[in-house]
């Protein structure tokens, strides 16, 4: 009978401790791998990928696109942007976005971001733009993932990009049915005008940046400029009373005063309603 106390005693004395200890089974204290940012495709390349200019479709507008592969994990509930000025160090950096996934960006292999130049408290700063003087600000950006425990990553590697001014004034102008011109104007002089070419693409606006029309590189250094569609290259057939994007980048190749690496640029662009 002692035996039996005994042993009745010890029985629930190891239901105690397990009833009552810390489920470390069932607890989820892995952070997700830290997210692998797309690497940044030459500005003359289509479709581009990696930090890059936002076509904007306002010459006011300054808008940097950033992107990264998604994560493996099925559980991961968002990621968080910063993004620091090259003036700075990372330290100094600030989240500028908590984007929850399936919310603010959709789940696909890549994730993409515009950063429109918000300040930290989401508030409109044009912080991308160029500054009063002319001069194009850079900019990091860094990005993590979090679960739905609650778990964090470490922060990605960064990216890197500076906005030049924006073309300005675009038109487009139907002379004849092959004939269709884009014109801009661009502020020519200063610190932030280092232009090194323009990229001109076309594309439907119903299909979108896969529905490549015409694509051509022109380097022209005038305030007043004018391109014609299909010059320097042939284009692809277009369909009468649809709807087309003439999208216009501007591109430098020139290093800023703290940065040696050379990414800089803007882009806008114009629709317009093709008629034979």
């Known amino acids: 009978m002692k035996n039996l106390l005994v042993s009745l005693a010890i029985l629930f004395g190891l239901v105690f401790v397990c009833g ?3 489920d470390t089974l069932s607890r989820d204290d892995v952070a997700p791998q830290v997210p692998v940012m797309v690497e940044r495709s030459d500005d003359a390349s289509y479709p581009q990928t990696g930090v890059r200019a936002e ?4 010459e006011s507008n300054y808008w940097v696109r950033v992107e990264w592969y998604r994560n493996p994990e099925d559980d991961i509930q968002g990621y968080r942007v910063r993004r620091w000025s090259e003036h700075d160090n990372s330290n100094e950096g600030y989240v500028v976005a908590d984007l929850v996934v399936g919310v603010d960006v959709v789940d696909n292999d890549i994730i993409s971001w515009v950063d429109r130049g918000n300040d930290h408290f989401g508030s409109p700063a044009r912080l991308l733009a160029p500054n009063d003087q002319g001069s194009m600000r850079g900019y990091w950006w860094q990005v993590l993932a ?4 609650g778990n964090r990553s470490f922060y990605s590697d960064s990216v890197y990009f500076r906005m030049m001014w924006n073309p300005y004034n675009l038109s487009v102008s139907r002379f004849a049915a092959d004939d269709y011109r884009l014109s801009w104007n661009f502020p020519i002089g200063g610190a932030s005008t280092f232009l090194s070419f323009y990229k001109l693409r076309v594309y439907s606006a119903w299909y979108g940046r896969d529905s490549l029309v015409w694509d051509n590189q022109v380097i022209l250094y005038g305030d007043a400029n004018s391109v014609t569609l299909g010059a320097g290259g042939a284009s692809a057939p277009m369909s009468n009373d649809c ?6 980048n501007a591109v430098s190749y020139a290093e800023s005063d703290t940065h040696d ?7 806008v662009y114009k629709s317009f309603v093709y008629q034979e």
């Open 20 to 22: 009552c200890g810390e």
């Open 55 to 58: 076509p904007t479709p306002s």
């Open 146 to 149: 979090y679960d739905t425990a």
């Open 243 to 248: 709807t087309y994007v003439w999208q216009l």
């Open 261 to 267: 690496v050379a990414l800089a640029g803007s882009s």
